[in-house]
């Protein structure tokens, strides 16, 4: 029901840490049995830090040493058979029985943890031992200089020491269960299972606790593998059956391509929907836009880079992976600031960027195209939100080239609903080879 551990100096910050957590204390706790929503239920029967241990040390005799035990604590869990209304009264107790046994000015802290597997209470002292210490004490010549500086300090010996192996040792382990349980029954005033109170089968320690629960974990986990690899087996027989061999065969990669396919399925299912398109393939084309000064959106053939822009313009740049230069270049090489921009974004792991001209009143937009259709998909919705979070958009006009990988025409979509004002550029060029495509994707079809 109680454990006792010892720490060096180097584990005694960390000690602090875990048992005066709180949930806003910014520190990243490696027990991931910790729930930090439960943290807030904690609470301190006494409070001490860092500083308050560094300082008692200070104040008693200790031999120097790297492996010292300048800390302890116990854990005390609490038993199942203490009534709920008597928790607090139960750590209570414990701590007044350590505080009797320690030494009240040598316990640092005592902090009930609510927050973990089950309730439990850690409380910090230092080992010291009440003596009055003398030569003979350190036969040592090593250790009995450390004693002439600390008589030199204080004109007189020593009468308390830091020294684990005379606190905790065996003979008292021996008895501390028992004289606890005694005192505890008298405090609450009925007998409480002390002696094997972690859990209704015996006595457990935290430690005890989080090994229990990790071995129930790593059970469940493979029982979970099992049945992953039963599942596995029975649809790769049933792809076997319909002719895809097992060296097609990979679970992840199926259902990654499913989970694509369903993403492109729904952007074009859009897409057709907001330009009034048939879902057949052969329907599948342009349709005719006439330039209207009054319409938010005007299509032109040919390039923006030829067009007199407005002092105000959102300018889209493309910036395709798979060349060096943007299909606006000639437009980049005549503003010294956007060829800066540009360098930036190209070496920057952002897909879409919205940067304002440094020397004029211009917003410019830099999207990464692909070939990957799913990634220019959805570099658009970002290049959407982006648009509508511009400043003052709905008095800009944007000016945008028609993007040689996107498909289902996704961009001009975008503009369109959203009701932006828009001059959009398409080359005959580009027209011609999409509608090719198309028409090859339909004559495969037909085979």
């Known amino acids: 029901m109680a454990e006792i551990k010892k720490f060096k100096t180097p584990a005694v910050k960390a000690v602090f840490v875990h048992a005066n957590r709180t949930a806003t204390d910014g520190h990243k706790h490696s027990n991931e049995n910790i729930d930090l929503d439960r943290t807030k239920y904690n609470y301190r029967l006494k409070t001490g830090g860092v500083k308050d241990w560094k300082k008692r040390l200070d104040e008693v005799f200790r031999v120097k040493r790297s492996d010292n035990v300048t800390f302890a604590e116990v854990i005390v869990t609490l038993p199942k058979d203490v009534r709920e209304e008597d928790e ?18 040598n316990v640092m802290y005592a902090t009930v943890h609510k927050d973990e597997i089950q309730p439990h209470m850690h409380l910090g002292f230092l080992p010291i031992e009440k003596k009055d210490i003398t030569y003979d004490d350190y036969p040592n010549q090593k250790y009995k200089s450390n004693l002439d500086k600390w008589v030199k300090k204080h004109n007189e010996l ?11 040792n065996r003979p008292y382990l021996n008895t501390m269960h028992e004289r606890l349980q005694m005192h505890v029954d008298n405090y609450l005033g009925y007998h409480t299972s002390v002696l094997n109170g972690a859990t209704a089968k015996g006595n457990k320690t935290v430690l005890e606790l989080k090994v229990k629960t990790l071995q129930e974990k790593e059970q469940a986990l493979k029982e979970s593998i099992g049945g992953i690899k039963e599942d596995a087996k029975m649809i790769k027989q049933t792809m ?44 599948l084309k342009p349709k005719n836009y006439i330039p209207a000064k009054s319409a938010p959106l005007n299509v032109y053939e040919g390039s923006l880079v030829d067009e007199q822009l407005t002092s105000n313009a959102v300018v889209v740049i493309e910036l395709p992976k798979h060349k060096d230069d943007s299909p606006q270049q000639k437009y980049i090489n005549e503003d010294f600031d956007l060829r800066q ?16 001209s440094r020397t004029s009143d211009k917003v410019f937009v830099i999207i990464k195209t692909d070939d990957d259709v799913k990634k220019t998909i959805t ?4 290049m959407e939100q982006m648009l509508k979070e511009i400043e003052d958009i709905r008095s800009r006009k944007i000016y945008m080239d028609r993007i040689e990988s996107d498909r289902y025409d996704l961009a001009r979509s975008i503009l369109t609903s959203n009701n932006f004002q828009a001059a959009y550029f398409e080359k005959k060029s580009t027209i011609d080879k999409m509608l090719e495509e198309e028409k090859e994707q339909i004559e495969n079809i037909k085979e």
């Open 88 to 105: 607090r009264r139960f750590f209570q107790s414990c701590y007044e029985f350590f505080c009797k046994d320690f030494g009240d000015e």
């Open 158 to 168: 020593p009468k308390e020491r830091l020294l684990a192996s005379a606190i905790i």
């Open 240 to 283: 076997e059956k319909t002719g895809i061999t097992s060296e097609d065969f990979a679970l992840y990669p199926l259902l990654q391509k499913i989970e694509n396919l369903q993403e492109q399925n729904t952007a074009l299912m859009e897409v057709l929907t907001r330009n009034g398109c048939s879902y057949s393939p052969n329907e």
């Open 341 to 356: 921009m540009i360098t930036f974004a190209k070496n920057s792991d952002d897909e879409v960027r919205v940067k304002r």
């Open 379 to 382: 570099n658009f919705i970002v």
